[in-house]
């Protein structure tokens, strides 16, 4: 007999915690974004997925709106409500990532702000840490591109990135466990606040922002698992 799929309390415990993280921070304004984490299972090859429903927020969930899926399908393996589409990226991250444990996504408003004002798609770097957290670059979707509806696109670059922005959409990070995905999308965002916050006070006072070089930040990546772990 298959092993059947059974809810965790732990892991919905750990959900919910990070939820509400999330929450505070700010990230959340309606029933869009969410959480997926992985966990390992002898009748699923890529694992399960919790997740919670559609039509319920981060900020307003509890246990009971936490649904378990398949990774390959979109298939409900324990829970009866449908997922969003948003559900479909964070599936294919996991499928093609046996490395990644958890993905969050959010919109976030000064991420949206800076890359729809006509700012270049590039991640630029002001501080030490942003590198050596999310160890490798980010990429960049572009506003015209829907991959969550279509995630045939997502192979040809989610093997070099960690952090995902989708341009007038928000963003999503993953990590090893949910923990990691977390620490990643904090520091992406804090980054892009502290851009804008330079850019303006460099308008105002007639300077130039002092980005770190490309070579710099590079090299930074390359070391990122050895200076975090």
């Known amino acids: 007999m298959p092993t059947p799929v059974v809810f965790d309390p732990d892991i919905g415990r750990q959900f919910v915690k990070y939820a509400r ?52 399908t979109s298939g409900i393996l324990w829970g009866e409500r449908m ?28 991420a949206i702000a800076l890359y729809g004002s006509g700012a270049p798609h590039e991640f630029k770097v002001l501080s030490l840490d942003p590198p050596f957290v999310l ?19 997502v192979a040809s670059f989610v093997q070099d990135t960690n952090s995902i922005v989708l341009v007038g959409h928000g963003i ?18 804090a980054e892009v606040r502290r851009c804008l916050q330079a850019e303006q006070h460099a308008a105002i006072k007639g300077t130039k922002v002092a980005y770190r070089a490309r070579e710099q930040i590079e090299a930074m990546y390359r070391f990122a698992e050895h200076i975090i772990y």
Not at 50 to 67: C, D, F, P, R, W
Not at 135 to 153: I, L, M, N, Y
């Open 83 to 110: 997922t969003s589409v948003g559900h479909n990226l964070s599936r294919e991250i996991l499928r093609l990532r046996p490395d990644v444990g958890a993905t969050l996504h959010v919109h976030d408003d000064a």
């Open 135 to 153: 160890g490798k670059p980010v990429h960049f979707v572009p506003a015209h591109v829907d991959v969550e509806a279509d995630v045939s696109s």
């Open 21 to 72: 993280l999330v929450a505070a921070r700010g990230y959340v304004h309606n029933t869009l974004g969410n959480i997926v984490m992985r966990v390992a299972h002898p009748g699923f090859p890529h694992g399960i997925a919790y997740t919670k429903h559609a039509e319920i927020s981060l900020e307003e969930m509890e246990t009971a709106n936490i649904v378990i899926t398949d990774v390959p």
């Open 172 to 189: 999503t990070t993953f990590g090893c466990n949910i923990s990691e995905a977390y620490h990643r999308l904090n520091t992406l965002t």
